[in-house]
């Protein structure tokens, strides 16, 4: 039984973490879009419209991909967590419900319009779709974290016939350990789409890919806010630890006075037994803010270095800003753990235990199978993800085919770093061979005898 217990808690923890890559990407680079596409909206400039265009269609790929991990991840409630969703499924579906209208409709509709309806849809209801969009993924992370937090910090339920039922929706969505895990989680999104702005565009300065001022401006945009996010991330991360000692405080081990009377209560009730969870889980609290202390660190030295530019020049700050990417992962991943590993051996923190969740007459093969063909499908949608944004943020904003217009120079082609010289010099040498072309078929007509 342990075997299976092992194996179906990593399964859903790679499938969660793979899904969480994806989701911190597309909340923080649609928040930056909406922000572009504004400032587009208010101004007119065109500047503005491309940079719209470039970064929105890397947020496109990684949304339409980052799907498939999601559903994923549904399958398993079923499939080897039945215990789980048959004793608290009347409080855990109706906020996922919920999500799924959020997320799989009125998002997912709301995209669709805003990606076909760049030449149909006047510019301030255009950018009035990209901001429904923000809203509704803000939304579906506040649901999402609804139901997580109720197996943090259950509240609003009463106990019957061996199932939980729901008797405040109200407490449900007020839950002071949702709401505190939901603004840590945004505002670490913003810092992983910060990072991924700057490290694309850092990439391409150092590079001289020939499009300096349309990244520079991105870098405008986002170099200077990134420690700042990163220092309001840490405060919402002590906010969040907070709660979290007061309501789950056998998470810190038995170095914690309340840790140890939570855990003789837990005996008492339950029977002698281990309370705490791994020591090994102690290594993600520090794997979270290290990262953090370097993120904070090379964004200041990149801001001040945009002083004068100076920054255009120094190579080496430009190749650290772009490896910096990798960063804000690892202090989200490490988070996840520490706040999922930490609530072990709980499913439903003081009510379920994780042995208790599993589905019955599990075995080991089967989980096992199961864990290689997620862990392969979660796999090679990163890996396709990962592939896609490279290769079209190589492009360059010539290279964005989200919002094309006919007229307009053609996109780079797949694998042109930056496209924008090249495809400038192509697009100039087709216009004149145009108007050479009209100049000759004129002289033809002229010169045509008339019958």
């Not at 270095?305 to 992962?329: C, D, E, Q």
């Not at 010539?398 to 400038?424: I, K, M, V």
């Amino acid at each position: 039984m342990d075997d299976v217990i092992t194996l179906a808690r990593l399964q859903f923890g790679i499938t969660a973490i793979a899904h969480y890559l994806f989701v911190s990407l597309t909340l923080g680079l649609v928040t930056f879009v909406v922000v572009m596409q504004t400032r587009w909206a208010l101004t007119g400039k065109e500047e503005h419209r491309r940079q719209t265009r470039f970064w929105g269609q890397l947020y496109v790929i990684n949304y339409v991909l980052g799907i498939g991990t999601g559903l994923v991840m549904e399958f398993q409630f079923g499939l080897t967590w039945s215990g789980l969703t048959h004793f608290v499924g009347n409080v855990f579906g109706a906020p996922l419900a919920v999500e799924t209208l959020v997320a799989f409709f009125a998002e997912s509709t709301l995209l669709g319009l805003w990606i076909f309806g760049w030449d149909r849809l006047g510019r301030r209801l255009h950018t009035l779709m990209i901001w429904l969009v923000a809203l509704t993924a803000y939304a579906s992370v506040f649901f999402v974290l609804s139901a997580n937090g109720f197996l943090q910090h259950p509240v609003g339920e009463r106990t019957e016939d061996g199932k939980i039922y729901l008797e405040s929706f109200t407490a449900l969505l007020t839950n002071s350990n949702a709401l505190a895990a939901g603004v840590h989680v945004l505002s670490a999104s913003l810092v992983t789409g910060a990072f991924f702005i700057i490290a694309v565009s850092a990439w391409h300065l150092r590079r001289g890919t020939g499009h300096d001022e349309f990244y520079w401006s991105s870098l405008r945009l986002t170099l200077p806010a990134a420690p700042l996010l990163v220092l309001a991330t840490t405060g919402l991360g002590a906010l969040q630890l907070g709660y979290s000692t007061d309501q789950t405080p056998t998470k810190y081990g038995p170095g914690l006075d309340e840790a140890v009377d939570k855990a003789r209560e837990f005996s008492e009730q339950f029977g002698p037994g281990v309370y705490y969870p791994p020591s090994f889980v102690g290594i993600f609290e520090y794997a979270m803010v290290i990262p953090a202390a370097f993120m904070i660190l090379i964004t200041l030295a990149g801001a001040l270095m945009m002083i004068k530019r100076r920054l255009l020049r120094s190579r080496m700050t430009l190749w650290l800003l772009t490896a910096a990417l990798v960063l804000p992962y690892v202090s989200n991943i490490s988070g996840w753990i520490f706040r999922e590993v930490g609530r072990q051996p709980w499913a439903v923190y003081g009510l379920l235990k994780t042995e208790d969740a599993i589905s019955p007459r599990l075995t080991a093969g089967s989980v096992l199978f199961s864990l290689i063909l997620f862990g392969i499908l979660v796999t090679a949608l990163t890996l396709v993800d990962w592939a896609l944004l490279v290769r079209f943020a190589r492009r360059g904003p010539d290279g964005a085919q989200l919002g094309y217009l006919p007229g307009e120079s053609e996109p780079a082609e797949p694998g042109t770093p930056g496209g924008g010289r090249h495809t400038q010099d192509a697009q100039r040498a087709k216009d004149e061979q145009r108007d050479a072309k009209g100049e000759t078929e004129a002289e033809d007509r002229e010169s045509a005898p008339v019958f």
